[in-house]
């Protein structure tokens, strides 16, 4: 950041303008601050994401090593894997779907169940996610992502899905 700054008031120097003339340093610092994306409370609110290249590498195939991009979409369409498309047309697939091996990720039997329970037609992935990821009144403020870590997808889990289920088929 000070070598662009230092940049920049050589450049105005050079104008014959001075860096007091731009509101000094904080002045610099409030035109970097305007340009620099903001955080996303979604973003944080969803956690790491893997890309759809990386889980062509660390999802298992059923013949070799490697899968095609088209076999990880295949497989959130089937319902076998949550993901989102993000607002530059990307695949995103939120990391807490998965558990671990080594160098390879399991997708979780009991996400994907609860994934299926929610509606698929109506709600876009961004909105079953969002419920996925919010504190619900009925699980004691946890989201149901929280709540299947610690519970399972046990009754209550399982009614608050058919409660929002229904709800957004109103």
Request: hydrophobic share 40%.
């Amino acid at each position: 950041m000070t070598e662009i700054v230092e940049q920049y008031a050589d450049t105005l120097a050079k104008a014959g303008s001075d860096l007091d003339e731009v509101g000094g340093i904080d002045g610099i610092a409030a035109v970097v601050r305007t340009l620099l994306p903001r955080p996303n409370r979604f973003a944080a609110r969803v956690g790491p994401v893997y890309t759809t290249g990386q889980l062509t590498r660390l999802l298992p195939g059923t013949t070799s090593d490697a899968i095609t991009d088209e076999a990880v979409r295949d497989r959130q369409r089937n319902g076998r894997l949550v993901g989102f498309k993000t607002a530059d047309g990307r695949w995103a697939w939120p990391a807490w779907q998965f558990r671990t091996a080594p160098g390879r990720l399991i997708p979780r039997d009991d996400v994907i169940a609860l994934w299926r329970l929610l509606p698929d037609r109506g709600p876009s992935e961004l909105t079953r996610i969002a419920w996925m990821t919010g504190g619900h009144r009925g699980l004691d403020g946890l989201a149901p992502q929280a709540w299947l870590d610690r519970h399972g997808l046990d009754q209550r889990l399982r009614a608050a899905a058919h409660r929002w289920s229904a709800r957004v088929a109103a």
